[in-house]
């Protein structure tokens, strides 16, 4: 098992920019992939970016250009750089440890985008 607890969320004007962090309990090399999803009100849960261990960034289209997932191993933290912040982008942001055929989620972040 392991905790998730994230930070770095606020309120941000429209075209401006956040870091999100994840810091884990443990160390993140164990994990498949470590991911960033969001959950706006009224909608589903989505993939925003993961971070494969040794391999390269996913990210959802709406995010690709905008966004970058990186991870440093040595602190078993995972970043989100999101710039170029639009209103839509508004929502709760979670950290989520890959672990097929579940995982494990962080408690969320706030972001709130105003135009």
């Known amino acids: 098992q392991v905790q998730l607890v994230e930070s770095g969320g606020g309120l941000v004007q429209a075209g401006g920019s956040l870091r999100l962090s994840c810091a884990a309990s443990?160390?993140?090399?164990?994990?498949?992939?470590m991911g960033w999803y969001r959950q706006a009100p009224g909608k589903q849960r989505e993939m925003v970016a993961q971070?494969?261990?040794?391999?390269?960034?996913i990210y959802a289209d709406a995010m690709k250009g905008r966004f970058t997932i990186s991870r440093d191993n040595a602190k078993n933290t995972v970043y989100l750089q999101m710039d170029s912040l639009k209103p839509e982008d508004t929502a709760v942001y979670y950290c989520?440890?890959?672990?097929?055929?579940?995982?494990?989620w962080g408690q969320g972040t706030q972001v709130t985008v105003s135009s």
């Open positions: 971070i494969i261990s040794g391999g390269s960034p």
């Open positions: 989520k440890a890959e672990q097929p055929p579940g995982g494990y």
């Open positions: 443990k160390s993140i090399l164990g994990f498949v992939a």
